[in-house]
């Protein structure tokens, strides 16, 4: 069995290396493991959650990589598996693409978020209390956990359409806490709640990871006129140490729609304290309320990168914070319509009670709602060098103070407004930018001050 684990995981190139999480951190006492050594057996039947949980244990203070090999069928899990993380220690696993089924009802977690029924596939970290305040930080200094080659599948697992109540379960892929994370080449894929949730994190990288029908909107008798997004992301970061690092990268994110409702984001930052950097690259992202969605007390910033977003209600939404830049360059925003749970068209940024900033660049914003729909410009500084098709709605920007500077309007303006604020102190400033299928002379501003100048 080891001889054939050696020669397997010799053709897989999972590496941590630059997280600290390799054979130079984790020394091996003998060869990696392999979860059927402590009886699972991946048949899709019988209940192989005690040896995940004994395996990773294992694992973790024999200072051992975890393989969990692929099976015909998939490894089920009928609790959750809940591993505490102490100081210094760490965790690797690794598949080939090995599909684990939970159908679980138990709530063992390290940190419960929200107010439903929370079940979690594959809990790892300490224990916290509260998510607002720090609390033992110690505890997790030096901790890691990586893995790689997962399916995360939900399919066994109950779902309900319309949440009624908080007495109604949601689920969780995976919930991390450690200082270190890296999880790469995995599936999450038919869950009702989070892919991952991930805390009190420094450094965080996330590659070539797909997320498919995950997420979901928190509607109830409770929560309904004040919180029309009580859950439901593919990717949560909460409580993020100082100074993080956080890379996104090469992945897809398909939310899942429930009564033509999308999930409520995709990218969720919330309830961090310090300043910490986010850096998002070649993501794709459709079918999410918020395609990227910010809410944070800390000063932060944000590089988009070959970021595409469609099939939203808000693309970059940043809520309560003063201190964070967001750079898009070589992004692709589709606007389209929002899903009826908010008035007017789909917004491509968005500020609420923010003076967040906002930069474009090499980008193409389209545009295609319905005729003369509101688009927000707050926090809007500079679009260059990019496109803004406006399809002919006569849509307009409102709201904002903008220059647009080497950039090419296509199919804008129109007999409406094109430029608006009820700020009259606010100006567009057009510069050396062109304007195909449509003249300069068609775009108009409404109490605000718009200044073209083209060379």
Request: charged residues 20%.
């Amino acid at each position: 069995m080891k001889i054939k684990l050696i020669i397997l995981l010799s053709f897989i190139s999972f590496s941590f290396s630059s997280f600290g999480i390799n054979n130079t951190v984790i020394k091996k006492s003998g060869n990696p493991i392999s979860v059927l050594e402590f009886g699972a057996i991946g048949n899709g039947i019988i209940d192989d959650s005690e040896a995940f949980q004994k395996a990773i244990i294992y694992s973790i203070k024999n200072k051992q990589t975890l393989y969990v090999p692929k099976t015909s069928k998939s490894y089920n899990l009928n609790k959750s598996i809940r591993v505490s993380l102490s100081r210094g220690e760490k965790i690797n696993i690794i598949s080939n693409g090995a599909t684990i089924t939970p159908k679980i009802n138990d709530v063992a977690t390290a940190y419960k978020l929200t107010s439903f029924k929370e079940h979690v596939f594959i809990s790892i970290g300490r224990e916290f209390n509260s998510i607002n305040t720090l609390e033992n930080p110690e505890e997790n200094y030096d901790t890691a956990i990586a893995i790689s080659g997962l399916i995360f599948d939900g399919i066994n697992q109950k779902s309900t359409e319309v949440i009624t109540s908080y007495d109604n379960d949601i689920y969780i892929g995976g919930q991390f806490i450690a200082e270190k994370v890296a999880i790469e080449n995995c599936i999450f894929k038919n869950i009702l709640g989070y892919g991952i949730r991930i805390h009190e994190v420094s450094e965080s990288k996330i590659k070539q990871c797909k997320f498919i029908n995950v997420g979901g909107r928190g509607l109830t008798p409770f929560a309904n006129k004040s919180d029309l997004d009580a859950f439901g992301d593919a990717i949560f970061h909460a409580k993020i140490n100082a100074n993080a690092n956080i890379v996104i990268e090469d992945c897809s994110f398909y939310g899942k729609k429930s009564n033509n409702r999308r999930s409520r984001s995709a990218l969720t930052f919330e309830f961090s304290l310090f300043p910490y950097k986010v850096y998002l690259k070649k993501l794709n992202i459709e079918g999410y309320a918020k395609c990227l969605h910010i809410e944070e007390k800390a000063t932060t910033f944000f590089q988009l990168e070959n970021v595409k977003m469609r099939d939203f209600n808000f693309g970059i939404v940043n809520a309560l914070n003063d201190g964070t830049e967001v750079h898009l360059n070589n992004c692709t925003v589709n606007v389209g319509l929002n899903d009826g749970n908010d008035s007017g068209d789909a917004l491509a940024f968005l500020n609420y009670n923010s003076s967040a900033k906002i930069y474009v660049n090499n980008s193409s914003l389209d545009f295609n709602g319905k005729p003369s729909a509101y688009q927000s410009a707050v926090g809007l500084v500079k679009v260059e060098n990019s496109t803004i098709n406006g399809n002919n709605t006569n849509f307009f920007f409102a709201d904002g103070n903008t220059v647009f500077l080497n950039c090419k309007f296509v199919n804008f303006g129109g007999p409406g407004m094109s430029f608006f604020s009820n700020n009259p102190k606010n100006s567009y400033q057009i510069k050396n930018s062109t304007f195909k299928g449509s003249s300069i002379s068609s775009v108009k501003a409404s109490n605000v001050e718009l200044d073209i100048k083209n060379n």
